[in-house]
């Protein structure tokens, strides 16, 4: 059984920064596109970047710049680094794989930006 679970979010000031980190399980993802996504209340649920088994990325254009995406693949982990946070980065931010056409979801975790 799959599981993505993410950790690191939390409340940060407006220009901090945060460190997410997803860890998956129950299967061997080193082909998969990792990613992450995020959903503010009341907006739809964004691609935010992703990236290649290659280690090629892509990035929103609100992100690119301020964000940074990275994987390891030997721990089956994927990286969003967040600097120069800004108030309309505050949303729930989601891990996922897809993999053979599948998508797999970890639960979310919170980012708050505010002072």
């Known amino acids: 059984q799959v599981q993505l679970v993410e950790s690191g979010g939390g409340l940060v000031q407006p220009g901090g920064s945060l460190k997410l980190s997803c860890v998956a399980s129950g299967g061997s993802f080193g082909l998969g596109v990792m990613g992450w996504y995020r959903q503010a209340p009341g907006k739809q649920r964004e691609l935010v970047a992703e990236i290649l088994s290659g280690g090629s990325t892509y990035y929103a254009g609100s992100v690119k710049g301020r964000f940074t995406i990275s994987r390891d693949n030997g721990k089956n982990t994927v990286y969003l680094q967040m600097n120069s946070l800004k108030a309309e980065d505050a949303a729930v931010y989601s891990c996922?794989?897809?993999?053979?056409?599948?998508?797999?979801w970890g639960q979310g975790t919170q980012v708050t930006v505010s002072s």
């Open positions: 996922s794989i897809r993999l053979l056409g599948r998508y797999y």
